[in-house]
């Protein structure tokens, strides 16, 4: 029982447990928001994470063919807005199931990457290393004990991430378009009766989506580790959906709850590397579990406290 | 041809408008002109093809044929900003706005300022306020829709048409969810408008609404125009028998009741609105079979949520509800529908009907696991639409046809539906929410004696009505609500609307009659 209580005193007094939550957070901070932006305009996108897969691939692929990580990115977002763009297509222009079209965006998006990755790499499960978006480094800074080691060398993503959850909110509720999104996702028959064109903000609500959750895909690949392997991104799509509903459709409460998932991720993967505890590599798996308990925990009790957009996932069509 | 008439002198004029949706023939060359600022209405039995009229003014749906001149110069309207660009506005028969959003945040939608790149919310508030203050349309720009009582939700519906800078204005059966008082209160706003230069066309069922407000008005049957007259040159009697093509009763006929034993008790309830706030108080009452008890009181005093929890679809607090001698407090809804209680629910979209269900799936709701329409795996689709044929035709549901979905049905036309399927089950008792709100003269009579006959064959009936005329026509007893509280018990015959209307203000009977 002592080694227990002195490994987690371990781990909370660590700056790397808060360094590591703020990387695992990152993904699940734009794939959340990402999922707001679809969400609020009505549309569902359970497809986060094949976009997530897609912006992952396109970095590296990016990266690799140019050696510039930055034209990854880009080519890591493009492919994500591809992606929703499809998924816009299919549900707001022929009213297709949301849910069927978010699945099968997730399968292509597996078996592209998968296809891809041996034509391109020659071999299947990674791809070679490439290189990476360098990080922030902050000088001086990091000689601040504590706060320098967590702050002092992150990836800019992760200021990316803050930064769009600040943009997000005031697109969302300080702007008109905001304005139009939010009415177009609970009620699209008013706003058409206003002028408003429900099918345009539907398409830019749901790229969007494709920008942020292929971002958090790249992060993945290219924020840090430098290459894609086969379904890296290991659910946090779903995670991120997650994180959106906690959060209530608000891109605030989407980062707090993605940040909620992000440290209960690090705390695992610190717990897990205490020495006092002798672990065997078994009890790891147990571990592993620990995010998605607490997600089911979080969703079960918030169930009836948040409230989806009351036209998500609801076609609109006219006369 | 029409190309040398002057059609100055109109705000409005549509001519040989024509509209054919699937199998029915919604408007049939139909003529339509409106003055400058007047109020011009438009009666019509159910599904006569008012709101389709309106709809392609307001360009919500494109005309098969026809013209529209707006002020005299012909327009075409081919969708909302056409309409809101010719300073045409629409208050709709559902309200059309976005719950979760405040009323600012709606009147302005779509005409939003901005300042920069961000959406000037005060400079909304304040036009919103000095709007208000103009045509007396008082509202706080910062409540939830969703949080509002209905004649406030209008009212935002008004503001949001003028702030569109509307000069012609729609009411689609603006007053179907009134009471009297907000009924009152909108009828001042449309003088205040009126005097300020604004045309209105004003689509009602309630004769007395027309006589009280309009001016000129053109009465429409199955698709066409019937009539066209001044509201000075005719009566009720006249208007209610061109709607409908016979003559109608405007008042019920009934004989007096033979109650039986009691059917339904409620003792004691306490039942708690959405916000956890007591609406019902500790209320009591019994309805016996065979006779018909009226429930009178203002829109929100508790009787949604008594009969919401009567039906099982509310939890109750404390307190007992006993029908057919057992205590059904916490039976299900499907338990007491298997016992025999019926329901008219007061919101027919919502509880009603499942609007993308064809008539005939509308027709089984409840009764859908019944050996006469399933055989325990498969539904009998045949039988299942054979009785449909049978109701549709005996409720004279309009047009006949069951394989129509419920949203495409005209308002009155889905109550009809929801009368048939309720009766048709054989109910013993049945808990009846505003049964002719929205509906036309002649399917109000229907409906009305559809009720009488079916208390004299001994069926218990609980009425909760806001109409205080129907409550009195059909009533045997008539009891008063306020606050979730009954404030006494009168028999229609032996006391007077005037103390009714006082107790539906709070003032109970026994000081009523202290006072005489
Ligand atoms: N989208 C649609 N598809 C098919 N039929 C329709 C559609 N909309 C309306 N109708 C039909 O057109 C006819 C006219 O309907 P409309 O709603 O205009 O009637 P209304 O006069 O407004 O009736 P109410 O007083 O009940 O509101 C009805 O028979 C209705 O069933
Ligand atoms: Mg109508």
Known sequence: MNEWIQAIFNVFTNPTFYKSTLTQSTPLILAALGGVFSETTGVTNIALEGIMLMGAFGGVMGSYFTGNPWYGLVLGTFFGVAMAALHAWASIKYGADQIISGTALILLAQGITGFALVELFGQPGSTDLVRSIPLVDLGAFKQIPFVGDIFGNLSPFVYIAFASVAFGWILIYKTKLGLRMRSVGNNPEAADTLGVNVYNVRYFGVIMSGFFAALGGAYLSIGELGQFTTNMTNGRGFIALAAMIIGNWNPVGAMSASLLFGSATAFNNQLQSQSVLNLSTNTQYIFGMIPYIITLIVVGGLIGKSRSPSADGVPYIKE | ?516
């Open chain 2, 1 to 516: 041809m029409d190309k040398n008439v002057d059609y100055s002198e109109y705000a409005v004029v549509m001519r040989g408008i024509t509209k054919r949706f699937p199998g029915v023939l919604a408007n049939d060359r139909v003529d339509l002109f409106v003055k400058k600022s007047e109020i011009h209405a438009i009666v019509g039995e159910n599904g006569a093809g008012k709101t389709t009229l309106m709809n392609q003014l307001y360009g919500l749906i494109r005309p098969d044929d026809g013209k529209i001149y707006i002020n005299g110069v012909e327009k075409i309207i081919k969708d909302p900003n056409d309409a809101i660009a010719a300073k045409i506005g629409m208050v709709h028969q559902h309200f059309m706005l976005v719950d979760r959003l405040s009323v600012v945040e709606n009147i302005v939608l779509g005409q939003e300022p901005v300042r920069g790149p961000f959406f000037a919310l005060n400079r909304a508030r304040k036009e919103i306020k000095d709007l208000s203050r103009k045509f007396g349309l008082t509202v706080d720009p910062d409540s939830i829709i969703e949080d509002m009582p209905v004649g406030m939700q209008q009212r935002v519906e008004i503001i949001k048409v003028l702030y569109r800078g509307a000069e012609i204005l729609v009411l689609d059966e603006p007053t179907a969810v009134l009471t009297p008082q907000e009924t009152n209160e909108l009828f001042e706003i449309l003088r205040s408008l009126k005097s300020q230069g604004k045309t209105i066309i004003f689509i009602t069922h309630k004769l007395n609404e027309v006589m009280a407000i309009t001016e000129s008005v053109t009465v429409m049957r199955l698709g066409r125009v019937t009539g066209v007259v001044k509201t000075s040159q005719t009566s009720p009697r006249e208007l209610a028998n061109m709607m409908v093509g016979r003559e109608v009763l405007l008042t019920v006929e009934k004989n007096s009741a033979h109650p039986g034993d009691e059917i339904l008790q409620v003792k004691d309830l306490i039942v708690k609105e959405n916000r956890g706030i007591k609406a019902v108080k500790g209320l009591s009452l019994t309805v016996r079979s065979g006779e018909i008890v009226g429930i009178a009181g203002v829109a929100g005093n508790g009787q949604t949520e008594l009969t919401e929890a009567i039906t099982g679809l509310r939890k109750v607090e404390s307190g007992k509800i006993i029908f057919k001698k057992e205590d059904i407090t916490n039976f299900s809804p499907k338990k007491r529908r298997e016992m025999g209680m019926g329901h008219i629910p007061e919101d027919r979209l919502k509880h009603g009907l499942i609007k993308t269900f064809p008539i005939y799936y509308n027709f089984i709701l409840g009764e859908h696991d019944d050996p006469k329409f399933s055989d325990g795996v498969f539904l009998k689709i045949k039988d299942i639409r054979k009785f449909s044929e049978d109701l549709v035709k005996k409720f004279d549901v309009r047009p006949p046809k069951i394989d129509l979905l419920g949203m495409n049905l005209s308002g009155g036309n889905q109550q009809k539906v929801i009368v048939a399927r309720e009766i048709a089950f054989d109910p013993v008792l049945m808990i009846v929410s505003q049964p002719t709100r929205g509906l036309d003269v002649g399917a109000i009579e229907f409906i009305h004696k559809t009720l009488i006959s079916m208390r004299d064959k001994g069926i218990g009936i609980l009425l909760i009505s806001m109409e205080l005329e129907e409550i009195f026509s059909l009533s045997d007893r008539i009891l008063t609500i306020y606050e979730g509280q009954i404030m006494g018990e009168v028999r229609p015959e032996k006391t007077t609307t005037e103390a009714v209307g006082l107790m539906m203000a709070g003032h109970k009977l026994e000081d009523l009659h202290q006072e005489a």
